[in-house]
């Protein structure tokens, strides 16, 4: 069977969807971005107009390849398949780990062409994508069902993207959230929080870097509330992870991906100070807003205050430290006060990337039923305003680095990336390369130069 992909949203969809390329391709099916029978749309629903940009890759993909399957699966589809079902005869929703058998079962038609707007078309993998874990167990409908635990592949296959391994590969080492933000659907989606099994991530990881990674970053719906409880002891919590990976690959630098302020442990704080760059001395620590009692009503577990205080002890311990973050604009009953005291924490807090999220309602959540819906060019005006926020942080922290050295990843010729997580011209170093470096020049873009 001839299959092509297409990937909407995080960077735990990213790791999944290689996973399933690499399930087929391990089970002799072909990769054909120009003339496969089967699209694979793995789909996002974090805000509302993420659903929207799936709802138009299914669409396009629908007209562009008039005989083609499209088998829709993701957190979208989990929430209401019927949504994709109506589209077309064409569309089956599934589970991800269901893409296989229903790739097998299918008959020999269709075409796909051009990438897809708005969202990411993976690029074919010469021979194989990896095989990292299987999706944990979800709370949604029961035909997207999956199994309780992921299970360890036969032996991990690394990934292969274009005809080589890349550089930098994500890892996924949990799936599911217990907190119940009233903004958010994605814990509906994605059920309870699970862990993959030290060994398991291990195997993977040591896989990965034998293929020639240089960078494995660890990612996850929940990523703090890692727990691997199998293991004798206190079993293996985000740290241990750390710890044990740092030992098992030495020649690769670790990158923690998102974790939620109230999981920031000391034992946490010291392997960033410890870890020399092989840890990255970088965290994305969601704030989602600067007001308490904005954050009381989204039901996060920790007040402005208490987040100031998180940050002050990062920065006293891990100098170094790039912090980015998520800060949702627009939430019902927002006021003008508290908008300004989300952007006089994010000066406080120095980061160096945020990402701005205008708030959407999501049906089935809290928050969607509120009456105090802001109007949407309220919402608009404080996204600009807090984007240009952003950009402004985003040089001058970048400024704040020049003449200091840090471990810069060249992932391809003449681009890399930074420990502190800002892309940087690195002239003529060879792919692949580790190099500590002086940063000495940072463009209006937020690239630095060596």
């Not at 949203?9 to 990769?31: F, Y």
């Not at 799936?54 to 979208?76: D, I, M, N, P, Y």
């Not at 990411?120 to 874990?133: C, D, G, N, T």
């Not at 009456?371 to 040089?395: C, F, G, K, M, T």
Request: charged share 25%; with cysteine.
């Amino acid at each position: 069977m001839r299959f092509s992909l297409v990937n909407l949203g995080c960077k735990v969809n990213r790791v999944e969807s290689d996973e399933m390329a690499a399930r087929l391709l391990e089970a002799g099916h072909i990769w054909d971005g120009r003339n496969p029978q089967v699209v694979v749309v793995n789909t996002c629903a974090v805000t509302g107009e993420a659903e929207k940009k799936t709802r138009k890759a299914v669409r396009a993909e629908l007209r562009r390849h008039v005989s083609a399957a499209v088998l829709v699966t993701g957190c979208a589809a989990a929430l209401d398949a019927e949504e994709f079902t109506v589209m077309d005869p064409r569309v089956r929703v599934v589970g991800k780990g269901e893409v296989l058998a229903i790739c097998e079962s299918l008959t020999d038609d269709g075409r796909v062409e051009a990438a897809v707007d708005g969202c990411e078309r993976l690029q074919p993998p010469a021979q194989s994508a990896p095989a990292h874990l299987s999706s944990p167990a979800q709370s949604a409908p029961a035909h997207l069902s999956s199994p309780a635990r992921p299970q360890a592949p036969a032996h991990p296959v690394p990934s292969r993207v274009g005809g080589r391994f890349p550089t930098r590969v994500g890892i996924k080492v949990q799936d599911g959230c217990n907190n119940a933000c009233t903004f958010c659907i994605v814990h509906v989606a994605r059920g309870r929080a699970s862990s993959v099994p030290l060994s398991q991530v291990l195997e993977t990881a040591r896989a990965q870097v034998q293929a020639g990674a240089r960078e494995l970053v660890l990612t996850g719906i929940n990523l703090g509330t890692y727990r691997d409880e199998t293991l004798s002891g206190a079993g293996a919590d985000l740290t241990r992870l750390v710890r044990e990976l740092r030992a098992a690959c030495p020649e690769a630098r670790l990158r923690i991906s998102s974790v939620e302020p109230c999981d920031v442990s000391p034992a946490l704080v010291r392997a960033l100070a410890d870890g020399e760059g092989m840890l990255c001395r970088h965290l994305h620590l969601p704030l989602q807003s600067g007001s308490t009692r904005v954050l009381r009503e989204m039901a996060r577990p920790y007040t402005a205050e208490r987040f100031a205080q998180i940050v002050e002890g990062l920065y006293a311990r891990v100098p170094r430290l790039s912090l980015s973050t998520d800060i949702i604009c627009g939430f019902p009953g927002e006021t003008d006060e508290d908008f300004e005291r989300t952007l006089e924490m994010a000066r406080e807090s120095r980061f160096t990337k945020i990402h701005v999220f205008r708030y959407s309602k999501r049906p089935g959540t809290p928050a969607a039923a509120r009456p105090d819906q802001l109007p949407p060019h309220v919402i608009a005006e404080r996204a600009h305003a807090l984007q240009e926020l952003a950009r402004n942080l985003r040089l001058q922290e970048g400024r704040a680095r020049l003449g200091g050295r840090e471990l810069v990843l060249v992932e391809a010729q003449g681009e890399g990336m930074s420990e502190s997580y800002y892309e940087v011209r690195t002239g003529d170093a060879p792919r692949g390369a580790l190099i500590e470096a002086t940063l000495t020049s940072i463009d209006e873009d937020g690239i630095f130069t060596l």
